[in-house]
Structure formats: C-alpha cells, structure tokens
C-alpha cells in the first residue's frame, strides 16, 4: 500500500521519560507504517533544553505559530528535586507549556476520551464534557498580604498619562488579609476568540460562565468581552446549529452536573483549574484526557493532559515491563493529523486521523487495556490488563486491518 503523502510539515516536540518512549513506539507501530511522515522536529526533552537554553521550547513555539499545526510529548517540568536529578542543569528551566502558550497566546481545551465500558461518575454524562480554562491571570499573578493593625488598604492605579484612580479596598479594627488580582483586556479577548473558534471546530456549544453579579467589574468586563467578541462568529454558529449560553458559575455547576454532556465549558482562570480536575475525575482516568492549545489566530497544539509518568519511567529503566496508557498520547498525533488534513484539504490524513482513533476505541471496547483502566470498568465487562508495546501492538493489528 502507497503511503499517505503529506503537504505541510506537523511541528513535532518530543519530550521526556515514558512518554519519550511511548512516543518512538506509537511513531514506529502506528505511523510510520502508513503515513509518509513530515515533521518539524524539536527536541524539548529537558537535557536538550538545558544545551539550547531554552531556546529550543522558543523555536518550536515559533514553529508552531508558522505551520499551524504541532504535536508534543508530555515535558518534565524541572523543580528542586529535578534539579538533584539532574545534576548538568544550569538553570531550573520554565514549564515548556507555559513558555508555548504565553508565545501562542493560547487556551487549553481538555476533553476526556469516553468508552462504553468505562461510564462517568455522574450518571447522565452520555457526551465528553471539554474544560476551556483562561490560562493567564487573576489570582495566579496577584499580590497579596497580611497585615497586623488596624487601618485602611487602598488600590491605586497610576496611568502613563500622570492620571490617577484610587479605591478603598476596606478599613479594618484589627489583623487582615488583602489580595491584588488583575487581568488584561487583550488575554480576555483572546480567551473570547479561542473559546469560539473551537466551539465552530468542534460543532459544540460553548456555555462561559463567571460570578458578575459579585464582581461586577471584573467578571463583567469578561462577560462583555465575550458578547462583543461572539458578534464576528454569531453567523457561523446559527448556520452550524450551535448555541453560545452564559450563565453565573453557580448556575453553571447544577446544569453540568444534570445534563448529558457534549459541550464546551469556558472557565476563568481559578473555576477551570477545579473544574477541569472535578470533571476529568468524574470521566475516568487522567490518561485517558486529551488537550489541546489553540491560539485566537488559529494556531493548534495537541497533547495528553498527563505527565512524564516517571514512576513508569523507573521501571522501564530496570527492564521491567510497564502498561502504561497511550491512548492521550495517540490522540494528540490523531487529532494532529485531522486537523493538519483539513487545513491541506487531504481527506487521506483525515481519514487516517480517524481510523487510528477506531482502532484505539475498538482495542479497548475488545477488553484489552492497560491496567490504569482495568480497574475502572463496570461489572461484567471482562477487561484485560496488558503491558504498554502489547496495548500498541492490539491497536496496530486493528488499525492494519482497518486500513487493508
Ligand atoms: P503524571 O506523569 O501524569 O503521572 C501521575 C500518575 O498518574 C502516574 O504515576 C500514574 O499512576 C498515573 N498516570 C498518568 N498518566 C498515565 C498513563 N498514561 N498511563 C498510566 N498511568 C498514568 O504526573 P506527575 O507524576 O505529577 O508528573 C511527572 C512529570 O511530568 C513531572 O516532571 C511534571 O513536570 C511533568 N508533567 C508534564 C506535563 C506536560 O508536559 N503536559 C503535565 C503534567 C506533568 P501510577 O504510578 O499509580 O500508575
Ligand atoms: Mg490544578
């Protein structure tokens, strides 16, 4: 069979640990066989970082915004005890995810891979839920304090221009805390842009929710914001079908929790940093989530939402066989290629995308799993745990046959 033919290069960023090996194993079994494979390559496993300073994360980010379309395998993000670990670092080096999404200006979407015969905590989730979380801002760069007397905390804004606004905060008779937060009008518009831009990609419907009847100004301005924004895509949801639906926070929460699923929630800042873990528990398994990056100009990033899975790493490392999960990592190079296909109109690659993904679904709905998600099946299912190169090889049988 002839090789699918690829127009624009995939911008790919390898990364570390068992992911790094998962990663060459998908590539080997699953891709190369079939797709005449082009890629941008970077290496953003951390030694390659700390040789390039960095600059590697930069130029992949750069690459990402010229082609349009990346994939990235899961990074170690150094702390204290990396840097022990890994003695020839010279510095401890930023989140790569971080320095990607502040180049791309970008939001996450994370939405869970379901199957039949795992069913979510809450009992009418028929659909995936996807969490849109605002990825800069409010109380993740405010400043805050703790004073002793009793007095007055005043906020003030000094404008370029030499004008000033000042507010009282609260007076207070005794000890207190205070808290600063702030966000940027041009992040909030971006938020706006990407949340329905992929909203249209997906053909799903956006609910956004905030607290405005609190902070009248502050999560007002986001609610406007996404109104005004919302006027350049109003034409293409109603030719679509799909709604745009804002709603307070609290309200937000009971109507997830009753429906049946199958839209986007966009969340502040603080709500998607909870929400997206209360709703990726409620669904399953950390391994079985997906993510993805997309940028208000149209840029895409597709990764697993998990980590290295170092403790995996170790024992590979031993020799020991590991069964680790592969399915978020799949779908990052699936959804890569779907995506790629349609920006080149290559129905090939599309199809490839989805027939990957088949082949994934149907290794799974046949009880062969990794053991993260034997654990997790309903009663009666009958599932079996093998190890990470047996998981690929049932899903690379099925997709051979698929493709035949
Ligand atoms: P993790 O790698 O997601 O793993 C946490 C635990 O979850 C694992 O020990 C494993 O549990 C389970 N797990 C996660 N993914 C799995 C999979 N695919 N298959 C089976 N089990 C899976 O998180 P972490 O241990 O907190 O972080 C490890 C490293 O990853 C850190 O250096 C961190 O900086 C980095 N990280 C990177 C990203 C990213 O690049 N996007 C995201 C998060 C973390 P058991 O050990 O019980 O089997
Ligand atoms: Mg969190």
Request: contains cysteine; hydrophobic residues 40%; proline residues 3%.
């Amino acid at each position: 069979m002839a090789k699918i033919q690829m127009k624009t290069p995939l911008v790919e960023m390898d990364g570390d640990e068992m992911t790094r090996i998962l990663w060459q194993m998908i590539k080997d079994k699953l891709i190369l066989p079939y797709v005449d494979l082009k890629t941008e390559y970077y290496d953003l496993g951390l030694l390659n970082r700390n040789e390039t300073k960095d600059q590697v994360t930069i130029d992949a980010a750069n690459a990402n915004k010229k082609y349009g379309v990346a994939v990235k395998c899961a990074t170690i993000t150094p702390n204290k005890q990396r840097m022990v670990e890994y003695p020839q670092l010279t510095e401890m080096w930023k989140s790569p995810n971080g320095t990607i999404r502040s180049i791309l200006d970008g939001t996450v979407f994370r939405t869970p891979i379901c199957i039949p015969a795992i069913k979510p905590v809450v009992k009418n989730w028929k659909e995936p839920i996807t969490i849109a979380r605002h990825a800069y801002g409010d109380v993740y760069k405010s400043v805050d304090m703790y004073t002793e007397e009793p007095g007055t905390c005043t906020m003030t804004f000094k404008g370029e221009s030499g004008e000033e606004k000042t507010l009282t905060v609260q007076k207070v008779n005794g000890p207190a805390v205070w808290q600063g937060a702030h966000n940027k009008e041009s992040s909030i518009r971006s938020f706006a842009k990407a949340c329905f831009q992929y909203a249209i990609d997906t053909k799903q419907d956006l609910w956004f929710s905030t607290k405005d009847t609190i902070a009248k100004v502050y999560d007002g301005q986001f609610k406007k914001v996404f109104e005004e924004e919302f006027e350049a895509y109003k034409a293409k949801f109603e030719e679509l079908g799909i709604t745009y639906f804002y709603t307070l926070i609290d309200d937000a929460v009971a109507r997830v929790i009753r429906s049946k699923g199958g839209y986007i929630w966009a969340c502040k800042n603080y709500d998607g940093d909870v929400m997206s873990d209360m709703v990726s528990t409620a669904f399953g398994s950390l391994a079985m989530m997906t993510s993805v990056l997309v940028s208000p100009d149209g840029n895409y990033e597709f990764e697993a939402a998990h980590g290295t899975v170092t403790q995996h790493y170790y024992k590979h490392l031993k020799g020991e066989k590991t069964s680790t999960n592969s399915m978020a990592t799949i779908f990052a190079w699936s959804g890569a290629f779907k995506k790629r296909g349609e920006l080149d109109e290559l129905p090939e690659l599309v199809a490839f995308g989805e027939k990957l993904e088949e082949a994934c679904f149907d290794t799974l709905n046949a009880g062969i799993m990794t053991k993260d998600l034997v654990g997790l099946v309903e009663p009666g299912f009958e599932a079996k745990a093998v190890n990470s190169e047996e998981f690929l090889d049932a899903i690379s049988e099925r997709l051979a046959a698929k493709l035949a």
